[in-house]
């Protein structure tokens, strides 16, 4: 009897341990993201990542990245332009926690306001001067600006709306480190005047407190009607 009861205690002391067990940290030197899924296409799995390459296939390639030093094409209505290094386009990333981008601005461009909902990013000034700040949450929402030039650094806490402003008359550089693989981003006007299918123009003119002609001006302005 006393068996069969430390049995029993033993058998849910595993399940608990089971259930609320992580692995926040790589549990190998590394786990290379799989570009090529043909060979996963019928599988019903997925992972919080990428499935990861055979060590013995890894080479020095799958950590590499080019072109960092070249401009991105600011030519758009927000005269910015981001070049993004997460696991995408640098598979050895896979599992380490961190991704990279590239911001250039034109003169008077911004970064709209966004999130980054699994990433803090910080920003180091390469070249010109940006005013930057973020939003906290509800209900103080208060907004931290700063203006910052070459060499200056900020940082975004994890989640909260941020932007970028380009107040100089020259083209402006800045460099983000994130703390994820895939930190994501949410841009506020797209998403909730641009989603597809579009937020029911009634909702949105409540919310804003809108003329719903207004609103669906915007949506058409950010594609929501495509």
Do not use: W
Not at 39 to 58: E, M, Q, R
Not at 195 to 216: C, G, M, R, W, Y
Request: charge should be negative.
């Amino acid at each position: 009897m006393r068996k069969a009861y430390i049995v029993t205690v033993a058998l849910f002391a595993l399940a608990f341990s089971l259930a609320s067990a992580s692995d926040p940290d790589p549990l190998q030197d590394f786990c290379v993201a799989l570009k090529d899924y043909s060979d996963y296409s019928k599988s019903a799995v997925f992972v919080n990542g990428k499935f990861c390459k055979d060590p013995k296939l890894v080479k020095a390639e799958d950590f590499f990245f080019k072109g960092l030093d070249i401009a991105g094409n600011t030519e758009n209505k927000f005269g910015s332009n981001v070049t993004t290094v997460n696991v995408d386009t640098l598979p050895g990333l896979n599992t380490l926690g961190i991704s990279l981008a590239r911001i250039d601005f034109a003169p008077y461009g911004e970064n709209p306001p966004h999130t980054h909902p699994r990433g803090t990013e910080i920003l180091v000034v390469l070249e010109g001067t940006l005013f930057v700040g973020f939003v906290t949450s509800n209900p103080d929402n208060r907004l931290f600006t700063k203006t910052l030039n070459k060499g200056d650094v900020f940082v975004f806490p994890v989640g909260l709306i941020h932007f970028q402003f380009n107040v100089g008359k020259t083209n402006a550089i800045a460099i983000s480190g994130l703390s994820s693989q895939n930190a994501g981003v949410i841009t506020i006007a797209d998403a909730v005047f641009g989603s597809n299918p579009p937020i029911n123009p009634n909702v949105l003119t409540k919310a804003f407190q809108l003329d719903k002609n207004v609103v669906e001006d915007l949506q058409k302005e950010f594609g929501g009607d495509n």
